[in-house]
C-alpha cells in the first residue's frame, strides 16, 4: 500500500529499535498481560499470541511466569517454570510469538509476600514477614528470608534464566511492579524493614536487583535482553514512590537493557476508561529518559495513532506498551500502518479481560470476540471462516448481540438483513454511553456500525418492529432474535425471589427510566443494588448530578462487589462517598411504602426505615422473549417460510455483561450452516493433563 502524508507520519511507529543484544522490528510492544489460560490453557494462550505477531506487534510477552512453588498465587492461573517439563508448552508459545517476526519475551516472576502458596503448600518467603498481602486476605504469613533463603531465590531466578532461554525466549522480563514483585518488595521501605546489607538505604535496598540481573546475564551469556518492569508510583509514607524511583533509575540508568514502567498498583495501572483516560500515566513517566540511555516503554490504554507519535516526538517513551490495546485488536500496528484507522477495534477500557484472571475462568473482551477462542473454537479477530450453504440471514434487534451477529454473518458472506425496532442503533450500549464516565463504550457500537456500512450484502432498516408473521414472510433461512431486555423494578434479583410489597404512591424507576431521561430529578432516593456490578453505582452518580441525595443500598458486604473482577471497587467506594452517597451494605428493602422504605439487616432482620421521595431498583433484568417463543410456537410453519433455524441470543436469552452480548453474535454467525454432531461434548477445545508414570503414592 503506497504511503501518503497521513500514514506517513505514523513511521517513527515502525523504525526498528534495539533493546540490549535484540532488534525489535517496531516499536509496538505488548506488555506482560493475563488471560486466564496459564498453565491449564498452554494451546489456548499460544494461539492468542500467535495472533499478536500476525497483527505486527515488535514485541510479545507472556503473563505472569511464576519461577518455584515456594512463590504462588493460586487461585490465579499464571504461567510456571518451576521445572523443565513446564519448558515444552513455553517453546510451543515462543514458536507462536516468532511466527511473524515478533520478539518473544517471558516475565518471570516471585511474588514473596504476595505469594499465599495455597496450591504447593510450601511456606511463603517474602523481603520482610508478615501478612499475605493479596485481594482475597488469605490466612496465611509469610516467613522473612535469611541469607540462605537469598542464595537460594538466586539459584532459582538461574534456573529459570537458563530455562528461558531454552524455551526460545528473547527477552526476560523482571517483573517488580504493581506490589506484586519480590524485586519490587526489595526496593520499597513498605515491604523492606530489613536492617542488614539488604535493607535501610535505597543502595542497600537496590542490591538484590543488581545481583538478580547480574546473574540473568551471565547465565543466559548476555544473548538475551534483560527488561525490568517497575511501579512508576507506589503511595503511602513508606512507598516506593516516583521520586525514589527516578533516583533509583538515575543510579542504575543501564542496568537492564530496557526500561518497563507501569502506575503502582494494578487497579492504578490498569484503571477503566471510566476513571482514567488514555495516556493517563504520562506524567509519572516524563522525563525519565533523560536518565537512563536505555529505552523506556510505558503503558496508558493507548489506541490513538496520534497519541502514539506524540509520545515518542514528545520525548515520552520509546515503546509503545499495550496490554488491553493488543487484546481489543491483535492487528492494531498493521492497521496503523496500512492507514485502515477505521477498522481499528478500539478498547473500551472496562477490564472485562481481568475479570477472566481474577475469576480463575477464561478472559474475554468485550470488542475482540475471538480472544481467546482462536484455539478453542478456532475463531480469528480477522479472517472469517467459509460461507456455508445458506445465503440469507435476518437479525431481529440491532443492540452489542445483533450488530456482533450482523458483522461476522455479513462478513463470511451471508445476504444479511439487520432489523432494529427504534431509530437509533447500539441498544445498550446506545444507551449506557451518556452514563458518567461510560462514553467510551459507545465504541462498541461505533465499531460494529462503522464496519456495517460499506457493506453491500447487508441492509439495515430502523423504525422496524417484526412481527411473527413479518419474521416469517421475509423468509431469511437463519434468524437472531436479539431483543434485549429492560430492567426489573420489582426489588427480584438474587436475594428477593418474589417481588416486595410496594406502595403504588412511591415512584419507582429503573436504569433504563435514568438513562431516558425520566428519572428522579432531585429529592431523597433510595437505590437499591442487587447487580453489584458497574451500573448501580453509575446510576447513583446520574442521581447526584440530577441534584439527588442518594441512599445506596445493598445486600452485599460490599458496594459493587462484583467490580473487584474489573479492578474498580475500591475507586468506586471512593468516588460516591467523595459525592456524599450515603452506602447501606449487608441491607435490603423490605417493603416500600408512600414516603418510605423499610429496610432490614441481611444478618439479623433487624428493621429500619428511611424516609424517600423516589426508589431506584438496579436488580435484575426480564428478557424481551416474546418475539422468539412466538416464533417457537409457530415451527412447523417454517419449513414453508424457508426458515432453517431461530435462535434467541444475548440480553434476550440470558442478560450478562456486553461482552456476554457479543460473544453471543459472534458465536450465532460463527456457528451458521454447521453441523452439530458433538453429542454432550464440549462446544469448544481444551487440555487434559497428562498422567505421571509411577506408583500412587510416594514412597
Known amino acids: 500500500m503506497a504511503k501518503d502524508s497521513q500514514t506517513s507520519r505514523y513511521d517513527i511507529l515502525f523504525e526498528p529499535m534495539r533493546i540490549g543484544p535484540k532488534l525489535a522490528k517496531n516499536r509496538f510492544y505488548q506488555v506482560p498481560h493475563c488471560n486466564g489460560g496459564g498453565y491449564r490453557d498452554p494451546s489456548a494462550v499460544a494461539e492468542m499470541r500467535r495472533t499478536k505477531a500476525e497483527g505486527g506487534w515488535g514485541v510479545i510477552f507472556t503473563e505472569q511466569t511464576e519461577i518455584h512453588p515456594s ?57 520482610t514477614g508478615g501478612p499475605i498481602l493479596t485481594f482475597t486476605s488469605d490466612p496465611v504469613q509469610a516467613r522473612t528470608m535469611d ?18 532461554q531454552a524455551a526460545g525466549f528473547d527477552l ?25 546489607e539488604y535493607g535501610g538505604s535505597l543502595e542497600n535496598r537496590s542490591r538484590f536487583l543488581r545481583e538478580i540481573i547480574e546473574d540473568a546475564r551471565e547465565e543466559t551469556k548476555g544473548e538475551l535482553a534483560i527488561t525490568l518492569r517497575l511501579s512508576l508510583h507506589e503511595a503511602g509514607s513508606f512507598g516506593f514512590s516516583n521520586a525514589e524511583l527516578r533516583d533509583f533509575i538515575e543510579m542504575h540508568g543501564d542496568l537492564p537493557d530496557l526500561w518497563d514502567l507501569a502506575h503502582g498498583t494494578w487497579e492504578a495501572c490498569s484503571g477503566t476508561s471510566r476513571f482514567a483516560a488514555e495516556g493517563a500515566q504520562e506524567d509519572l513517566v516524563r522525563g525519565i529518559k533523560a536518565l ?38 491483535p492487528f492494531l500496528p498493521k492497521k496503523i500502518e496500512e492507514g485502515r484507522f477505521d477498522d481499528i477495534r478500539e478498547c473500551i477500557g472496562c477490564n472485562i479481560c481481568v475479570s477472566g484472571d481474577m475469576t480463575g475462568a477464561i478472559s474475554r473482551c468485550t470488542q475482540n470476540t475471538a480472544f481467546m477462542e482462536e484455539w478453542r473454537k478456532g475463531w480469528h479477530p480477522e479472517r472469517p471462516r ?57 465504541r462498541v457500537a461505533d465499531y460494529r456500525i462503522g464496519q456495517l456500512a460499506p457493506l453491500t450484502n447487508v441492509q439495515i432498516y430502523r423504525d422496524s418492529p417484526l412481527t411473527p408473521e413479518d419474521v416469517l414472510g ?37 436504569p433504563d427510566d435514568v438513562m431516558a431521561g425520566q428519572g428522579p430529578t432531585g429529592g431523597r432516593v433510595m437505590l437499591y443494588d442487587d447487580d453489584h456490578f458497574y451500573m448501580g453505582s453509575v446510576i447513583a452518580e446520574a442521581l447526584v448530578a440530577q441534584g439527588c441525595t442518594v441512599d445506596f443500598v445493598t445486600p452485599a458486604a460490599k458496594l459493587a462487589e ?35 422504605v423499610t429496610l432490614a ?18 436488580t435484575a433484568r426480564q428478557p424481551h422473549d416474546a418475539l422468539f417463543q412466538a416464533l417457537k410456537a409457530r415451527q412447523p410453519d417454517w419449513q414453508a417460510a424457508g426458515v432453517i433455524s431461530v435462535k434467541l441470543i444475548g440480553d434476550a436469552a440470558a442478560p450478562g455483561p456486553i461482552a456476554w452480548a457479543t460473544y453471543a453474535g459472534r458465536r450465532f454467525a460463527e456457528e451458521i450452516d454447521t453441523t452439530d454432531d458433538r453429542g454432550d461434548t464440549p462446544a469448544f477445545r481444551r487440555e487434559i493433563a497428562g498422567l505421571e508414570p509411577g506408583p500412587s503414592r510416594l514412597p
Open 71 to 127: 512463590s504462588e498465587i493460586t487461585p490465579f492461573i499464571e504461567q510456571h517454570l518451576w521445572e523443565d517439563k513446564d519448558i515444552p508448552a513455553l517453546a510451543a508459545m515462543t514458536e507462536a510469538m516468532k511466527s511473524h517476526g515478533a520478539l518473544a519475551g517471558i516475565q518471570l516472576a516471585y511474588s514473596g509476600i504476595n505469594g499465599p502458596n495455597l496450591y504447593s503448600r510450601e511456606v511463603p518467603l517474602a523481603v
Open 147 to 164: 541469607r540462605e533463603d537469598i542464595r537460594d531465590l538466586r539459584r532459582w531466578f538461574r534456573a529459570a534464566f537458563r530455562r528461558s
Open 172 to 196: 526476560i522480563c523482571l517483573y517488580g511492579a504493581h506490589g506484586f514483585g519480590i524485586l519490587q518488595h526489595f526496593l520499597s521501605r513498605a515491604t523492606n524493614h530489613r536492617t542488614d
Open 292 to 329: 537512563t540511555s536505555k529505552p523506556v516503554v510505558g503503558v496508558g490504554r493507548f489506541t490513538s495513532a496520534d497519541a502514539m507519535v506524540r509520545q515518542i516526538t514528545s520525548g515520552v517513551l520509546d515503546f509503545i506498551g499495550a496490554a488491553r490495546p493488543s487484546i481489543a485488536d
Open 386 to 442: 467459509a460461507k456455508g450453504a445458506s445465503d440469507t440471514v435476518l437479525v431481529v434487534g440491532a443492540g452489542p448481540a445483533g450488530l456482533e451477529a450482523a458483522l461476522q454473518a455479513a462478513r463470511r458472506g451471508y445476504q444479511v438483513t439487520l432489523a432494529e425496532a427504534g431509530t437509533t442503533l447500539g441498544g445498550r450500549v446506545a444507551r449506557e454511553r451518556g452514563l458518567p464516565g461510560l462514553s467510551a463504550w459507545g
Open 474 to 510: 421475509l423468509g431469511a433461512q437463519h434468524v437472531a432474535i436479539a431483543t434485549g431486555a429492560s430492567w426489573r423494578r420489582d426489588a427480584v434479583a438474587r436475594l428477593h425471589l418474589h417481588p416486595i410489597p410496594t406502595d403504588a404512591r412511591m415512584p419507582v424507576f429503573t
Open 562 to 596: 462484583w467490580s473487584e473482577n474489573t479492578l474498580e471497587q475500591a475507586i468506586i467506594m471512593r468516588r460516591l462517598l467523595g459525592l456524599g452517597v450515603r452506602v447501606q451494605c449487608n441491607t435490603a428493602p423490605e417493603a416500600i411504602g408512600p414516603a418510605e
Open 601 to 618: 439487616c441481611t444478618w439479623t432482620g433487624a428493621t429500619h426505615r428511611i424516609a424517600a421521595d423516589a426508589v431506584v431498583m438496579v
